[in-house]
């Protein structure tokens, strides 16, 4: 028997998860921002949030970290209940939320040096060299004595992911880290993302860029007007969308017939004929060694056989039914 999706009572949280949610709701007026749902992110995972503009993401995280009072369910950060462990949770989190606020006549370092000593678990003895070590970890040493306002937009993002990382945490929690940054910081963050949860730390990113997501990501989840509609490791969000087979043969006539009897929709325009290319949408359950057997049988000449996994894109557009709005 299938149980409910929502239950009065549920157990306790599942310590293998950094992020558990239950039923959660937050309306604003009649409408529900984030409509009943149910988020499990592993601890250690690089998890994305994806989704497009008003799809809940940003309320989501608002809710997670005690900014917004939910409406309804329950809520798990690093094994404990919130928002009644708020006190003793935000210590061990990091976040980079609705992007950075700063003091412009303060330096870079100034900066950090002013939030460190607003955190009252952060250790004075130490702060002047964990500031030194955060902004050299996201490329500003250089720009440390620097003052914000002189600080360009990615300047001004990393100087917010080494706000987040100036204690060790055991979660970081990022809205588009990536945002204004150039391809080179780009990949930078993508590259400390990937040391910090080899380190142990759970990496929870929202973003809109999936192609970012599918590189820097073990996980994701997809919202779409307030709903989970999936969520799960990357490669098990892949499959659970259509691939199709790439087939490279002067016999398209023949190949057509072929993938006709073993269930395959074969996809023939005039210019996939003549040159010689042929696909066929969804594998079926069909093994793609036997799609080749059976081609070879029937005296196709196979020239070039590919199989194309679908996208996360793909994948997405197929859940909510809307593309990604890039630029948003």
Do not use: W
Request: charged fraction near 20%; include cysteine; charge should be neutral.
């Amino acid at each position: 028997m299938t149980e409910p999706a929502h239950q009065e009572t549920h157990p306790g949280p599942r310590y293998g998860l950094a992020i558990e949610t239950r039923g959660l709701v937050k309306r604003f007026g009649h409408r529900a921002a984030v409509d009943g749902i149910d988020l499990a992110v592993p601890r250690g995972s690089v998890f994305g949030f994806l989704g497009p503009n008003g799809s809940g993401k940003t309320t989501t995280i608002r809710l997670l970290l005690g900014l917004a009072t939910a409406n309804g369910g329950d809520i798990n950060v690093l094994g404990r209940k919130m928002p009644q462990s708020l006190a003793s949770v935000l210590p061990d989190v990091g976040a980079l939320v609705e992007g950075p606020g700063f003091y412009p006549f303060l330096s870079g370092a100034g900066n950090l040096m002013r939030l460190d000593s607003a955190d009252r678990h952060a250790a004075s003895s130490t702060r002047r060299q964990r500031v030194h070590d955060a902004l050299e970890r996201v490329g500003l040493g250089h720009a440390a004595g620097k003052k914000v306002r002189a600080y360009s937009l990615g300047m001004k993002q990393r100087l917010g992911l080494a706000n987040a990382m100036l204690r060790p945490r055991e979660l970081l929690v990022l809205d588009e880290p990536t945002n204004g940054l150039d391809p080179q910081g780009t990949r930078e963050v993508r590259s400390l993302v990937r040391s910090l949860a080899a380190g142990g730390t759970t990496v929870f990113v929202s973003s809109h860029l999936l192609a970012e997501v599918e590189q820097m990501c073990t996980h994701a989840g997809i919202m779409s007007a307030g709903r989970l509609v999936a969520q799960g490791p990357l490669d098990e969000l892949r499959s659970g969308g259509e691939s199709r087979v790439i087939i490279q043969t002067p016999d398209v006539g023949k190949a057509v017939g072929v993938l006709s009897r073993l269930g395959l929709v074969p996809e023939t325009g005039v210019a996939q004929r003549e040159a010689g290319t042929l696909a066929g949408a969804g594998l079926n359950g069909v093994a793609p060694e036997a799609i080749v057997a059976a081609l070879v049988a029937e005296g196709v000449r196979v020239r070039g056989f590919t199989v194309e996994n679908a996208s996360l894109e793909e994948r997405f557009v197929s859940l909510t039914g809307e593309g990604f709005d890039v630029a948003g």
